[in-house]
């Protein structure tokens, strides 16, 4: 296996909790991942306490989703799932560890700091794979992370948070 990190940082002028609430309820990430096509819960807990309801002073506590991206190449498309564990930690960080086939693994530490007017969003990522597939897969994650942040943005900046 080889390693590879990234790093993004944005501001949004948006309140705190509204980002933090925002980016914490995972069905949310389809509106501005471009690769996520939906998302469905595997946790009975997510069914019956989404973790957007839960308050801010919630002990962290794993919740279990599986995610259905869209990869396309040129005129071809495939949808591939994977499973994603997010662990929110109150007051202002997210983690999310990912894993697929054939042993790619990402691993996210976002924090939803206030700042100013606003909120700042900082995103640690690291990737595993196998050595033949770090290059692509670090492409690939860079390109799409970066929509995401411009996305996440575009949208905190203009809507109300969407809640479950």
Same mark, same amino acid.
């Given at each position: ?36 096509? #939906? ?13 957007? %309801?839960? %308050?801010? +002073? ?17 005129? #071809?498309? #495939? ?19 990912? %894993? ?14 206030? +700042?100013? +007017? ?47």
């Amino acid at each position: 296996m080889a390693e590879a990190t990234f790093e993004f940082e944005l501001f949004v002028h948006a309140p705190r909790e509204r980002v933090y609430a925002f980016m914490r309820y995972l069905p949310n990430h389809v509106l501005v991942h471009p690769m996520i096509a #939906w998302i469905e819960p595997l946790d009975e807990l997510e069914l019956l306490e989404p973790v957007a %309801s839960l %308050s801010a +002073d919630a002990p962290p506590r794993p919740r279990r989703f599986r995610v259905f991206d869209r990869l396309a190449v040129g005129p #071809w498309s #495939w949808v591939f799932p994977y499973d994603v564990e997010l662990v929110v930690c109150p007051p202002d960080e997210l983690r999310f560890a990912a %894993s697929r086939f054939p042993g790619v693994r990402l691993h996210n530490v976002m924090r939803c700091l206030e +700042d100013g +007017d606003g909120t700042r969003i900082r995103e640690r990522s690291r990737i595993e794979a196998p050595r033949v597939l770090l290059g692509y897969v670090r492409r690939v994650a860079l390109a799409a992370h970066t929509t995401m942040f411009e996305a996440i943005r575009a949208h905190l900046e203009r809507e109300p948070t969407r809640r479950p």
